[in-house]
């Protein structure tokens, strides 16, 4: 049966055209909120992944693993010097496994597969880190920034050595517990343990990973006495600290690596030698990044309207307070506080959503995201060691291991085979333990503990060619001089001045012998 058009008219049913039914413009898929943890993530794994090796730390602990895969066992003493030959050297036991893992890359790949994992390693360290503070806010600019203040705090401490692998594990730790927290789920009990037994194999900052735990058990302990009640997360905490504990027993030291790590804190050599244990300077980059950092995480936690709990006021003061005393703490800050500054930034731009935004059409949004997106891709691609001489890097980028490594006057001296005992800048001695045994002994290098220092003080001594330096070398009859002619050139002048004839010169290394 069909209406007549008066009954179409006084029921006001009129046919529909067909722009009624366009839909209207979707709101890009890829979206700038998506962008930014990516673009934080391609910029740590950019910046590591075309960092080279630098000579200080990475050959020595390469030659340890390479001794404990030949022999079947850790290392006690030094093999590798003539100032401390013989004398007994703990930390072998402290880094065996990443020294082992690091070995195996290299030879397996070379510098470049070393360079790639390692880099891998680390971004993952901050994806976490990111993951985490997404999980907390549900804000990825949140997130984001605070992971952002994180590697600006950290980037001075990501030169391939085996501490890299605590940053992961750190970060690893601190998701577990946010999942034991929210979820009270026990098979979270697992990753605690495992993180720390890793841990006390590679570094010897693993005391941090208990302490994260412990300051998580005591906030349960404070809401059970404040809800005069069991927290729900109160077992699992202190089950959490109580694995971990355990876990750090297996090691080669067993229980003595508590005291091998409160030894090295009290070592004066360490703490009057080491620029990385003094405290940050406003004179060096590193120290404007972390006094930056920490200034920025004061200015976000301090506005908000959220108090700090017991918890999160003891991470964010006690790890404060480490980066203050030490530049190693540096990277801790950024580190553990991250998930804290993204908590309370989230706060502050939800107090100021939507003001001052000027979103663009949803087609020129797509367009710039995909672009963006694009360009990021490229970046990654450019920047994995097999393809980073596509880039216009500077100079201290260049290559996969540092220009200051002296790889050409180490082969020069081992073709040459010129004889007698080497003095030579500190940091070569890392590479000479890798490249030059047992031909050329070192006189000092990273391991900065195991020599007297009364050796260091002739270290310093010789090497600003104070008076006395040519009485100081013909103590421990030195015969070449193996100098870096940046750090070395009053050295180098005085020596050429007293006779030392110069052999061998480019931009790394000087070789002299004496008269």
């Not at 996969?400 to 073709?415: D, V």
Request: with cysteine; glycine share 6%; net charge positive.
């Amino acid at each position: 049966m069909s209406l007549k058009p008066s009954k179409l008219l006084k029921n006001k049913i009129y046919p529909l055209s067909t722009s009624s039914f366009s839909p209207s413009p979707s709101p890009p898929r890829l979206t700038l909120e998506h962008l930014w943890p990516l673009t934080v993530l391609v910029g740590v794994f950019s910046f590591t992944s075309t960092h080279p090796i630098r000579p200080q730390d990475f050959w020595w602990h390469i030659a340890i693993g390479r001794s404990i895969l030949q022999t079947g066992a850790i290392p006690t003493v030094d093999t590798y010097s003539f100032t401390a030959l013989g004398q007994p050297y703990a930390s072998y036991q402290m880094f065996w496994l990443p020294e082992t893992a690091l070995y195996g890359l290299y030879t397996s790949g070379g510098p470049a597969l070393v360079v790639f994992v390692y880099s891998l390693l680390i971004t993952a360290a901050y994806a976490l880190l990111l993951l985490l503070g997404w999980q907390i806010t549900r804000n990825w600019r949140a997130a984001t920034v605070s992971v952002l203040l994180a590697a600006a705090v950290g980037i001075n401490d990501w030169n391939v050595r085996p501490q890299g692998i605590t940053f992961l594990l750190g970060a690893l730790l601190m998701m577990a517990i946010h999942w034991m927290r929210t979820t009270r789920r026990s098979w979270g009990l697992l990753i605690p343990p495992l993180c720390l037994a890793i841990w006390a194999n590679s570094h010897g900052a693993f005391p941090l990973g208990l302490a994260l735990i412990g300051v998580w058990l005591l906030q349960e302990c404070w809401d059970s006495v404040r809800q005069r009640r069991r927290t729900p997360a109160l077992h699992l905490a202190a089950l959490s600290l109580a694995l971990a504990i355990l876990a750090c027993l297996f090691n080669p030291r067993g229980v003595g690596i508590f005291s091998y790590v409160s030894g090295m804190t009290a070592n004066p050599v360490i703490q009057n030698m080491v620029p990385e244990w003094a405290p940050p300077r406003l004179a060096t980059l590193g120290g404007k990044l972390f006094y930056f950092g920490l200034l920025c995480s004061v200015l976000i936690v301090l506005p908000s309207a959220r108090r700090l709990t017991l918890e999160k006021f003891l991470i964010w003061s006690a790890f404060a307070v480490l980066g203050l005393r030490t530049a190693r703490g540096s990277v801790w800050f950024g580190l553990a506080t991250a998930p804290i500054v993204a908590e309370h930034l989230s706060i502050l731009l939800a107090q100021r959503r939507g003001q001052g935004e000027h979103p663009l059409s949803p087609r020129v949004a797509r367009l710039m995201n995909t672009l963006l997106l694009g360009f990021l891709v490229l970046l990654t691609f450019l920047s994995i060691p097999w393809f980073k001489a596509l880039l216009p890097l500077p100079q201290v980028k260049a290559g996969l291991i540092s220009q200051e490594t002296p790889i050409a006057a180490t082969e020069f001296l081992l073709r040459q085979h010129l004889p007698g005992r080497l003095f030579h800048t500190m940091s070569f001695g890392s590479y000479l333990a890798w490249a030059a045994q047992p031909d050329y002994p070192v006189f000092v290098d990273s391991r900065i503990e195991l020599y007297p220092l009364s050796v260091w003080q002739d270290y310093l001594a010789i090497g600003s060619a104070q008076p006395g330096w040519q009485e100081r070398l013909a103590r421990y009859e030195i015969e070449i001089l193996f100098l870096s002619p940046s750090e070395h050139a009053a050295l180098i002048r005085a020596a050429q001045e007293s006779g030392w004839q110069p052999v061998y010169i480019d931009r790394a290394a000087a070789i002299l012998t004496k008269p």
